[in-house]
């Protein structure tokens, strides 16, 4: 392509952001129900998938979380480590990483730019194109290993063309039922979906309904399978906003993490057993483990999960948008509070409100805000919504605003918590 013709970042980042159909502004419309797209691109850039190792992570809660502890740990043990995730926060370049550095701005720019025509030709989604990206990126730079997050589901997700070391699904809960299933085991099977033939798999937490579908489809692919929730057991010991303290049984061994979320004992003991199944063929020592798991945010820049923001008074964000995820982050934050406790709330129109809205306390004040994105459910039909379940406050404008009005009236005790959608979180990160 002749570098006069060649487009500006952020040429390039409205034309993948517009001209794509894009899951995380449009829903649903945007989910392409096939992996053709994903296929054919791959297959113009030159297969990438097939060049580099990798781990694949799916889940409905934890999976970022624990693809950026898994991602440390290859890092701190010396080896070069791809990561990819999504949704970004603040910039599209954190979706790709290499030992914590995000892609460069000039090679976003190459690669739109080198198959702009094969895009146009395909007609892939925003996702697809990251993923090519991605894969492209990680066989060029010759990593050792990358880290790669599922982005919806796992049958069906654009990332599950390759073929990894291990697979990983951190846990089954209600969440984009409308495309999944409108039952844990349907979930379960959509999930289940990245499992490979031979290729061992770990499992998080299982329950009665989910456990079945993983141990038979592992049946079907020859796939060992190691369910992590029955091989240990998780106590926290001491926690504050900053860091926690878990004890891990039967080792009797103390892991300390930078991610101060009770929901991330359960990604500990998915991450020690991947880390168990690995070790067979790379050198990772326990020192790596323990050491990187303690500066998780510091090597991969994960933001977001129970992520303070300031301390007087206290400011804690976190991701958690689903039943299952607010039902661990609640409890939390209010045990954190000293004061009066101050939330800062939205969600994007597509997610189970009123399962969400039940679970929040109504003694807090509300600041009743939407994400800046399409998908954005009204600050006034937030706040309608919240007052049905006795949930009362103001509606603001942004989601900058409604902290800044929080901030205005909170006292050194008080706490104040800004979430409910991935989308929010990234307007105060």
């Known amino acids: 392509m002749n570098n006069s013709l060649k487009m500006t970042y952020t040429e390039t980042l409205n034309y993948l952001y517009t001209r794509l159909p894009m899951f995380q502004r449009q829903g649903a419309a945007a989910y392409k129900a096939n992996l053709d797209n994903t296929i054919a691109l791959c297959e113009v850039v030159g297969n990438p998938q097939h060049k580099f190792k990798s781990v694949h ?3 409905t809660n934890g999976k970022g979380s624990t693809s950026s502890m898994l991602a440390a740990i290859f890092q701190h043990a010396g080896y070069k480590t791809g990561l990819y995730t999504s949704p970004h926060l603040k910039s599209f370049t954190e979706r790709i990483t290499i030992n914590g550095q995000e892609i460069s701005e000039e090679k976003v720019i190459h690669f739109t730019s080198t198959y702009k025509a094969d895009i146009e030709r395909i007609s892939p989604s925003f996702f697809e194109v990251c993923v090519a990206m991605a894969f492209d990126f990680f066989a060029n730079e010759k990593v050792d290993i990358a880290i790669i997050e599922v982005g919806l589901g796992g049958r069906l997700d654009s990332t599950n063309v390759i073929l990894p070391e291990l697979s990983v699904i951190t846990n089954i809960s209600y969440d984009h039922t409308d495309l999944l299933g409108d039952t844990l085991a349907k979930i379960a099977h959509e999930k289940a979906g990245i499992i490979k033939p031979n290729i061992p798999v770990v499992i998080g937490e299982t329950d009665n309904e989910t456990a079945p579908v993983f141990l038979a489809k592992a049946n079907r692919e020859h796939a060992p399978i190691i369910l992590a929730g029955k091989q240990r057991k998780t106590q926290i010991i001491s926690q504050d906003i900053w860091i926690q ?7 009797n061994e103390v892991f300390t993490l930078d991610l101060p979320g009770n929901y991330q004992q359960h990604n500990l003991l998915t991450v020690l057993q991947a880390v168990d199944v690995l070790r067979e063929k790379w050198a990772i020592s326990q020192e790596n483990v323990k050491e990187a798991l303690s500066q998780v945010k510091k090597l991969t820049g994960l933001r977001g999960r129970m992520f303070c923001l300031q301390d007087t008074p206290i400011v804690i964000c976190d991701t958690g948008h689903n039943e299952a995820g607010i039902k661990e982050v609640i409890p939390q934050i209010q045990t954190f509070c000293k004061g009066k406790l101050h939330i800062v709330w939205g969600m994007v129109k597509d997610k189970n409100h009123d399962k969400v809205l039940a679970l929040l306390p ?7 805000v939407c994400p800046d994105i399409p998908r954005g459910l009204s ?13 009362f406050g103001e509606h603001y404008l942004s989601v900058k605003e409604g902290l800044e009005a929080a901030l205005s009236v909170a006292e050194k005790a008080d706490l104040i918590f800004v979430g409910g959608s991935t989308f929010v979180v990234a307007e105060v990160v």
């Open 245 to 251: 303290q878990i004890l891990v049984l039967p080792e």
């Open 379 to 391: 600050a006034i039909d937030m706040q309608t919504k919240g007052a049905d379940f006795q949930l």
């Open 57 to 59: 992570i799916a889940g």
């Open 362 to 368: 109504q003694h807090a004040t509300y600041y009743f």
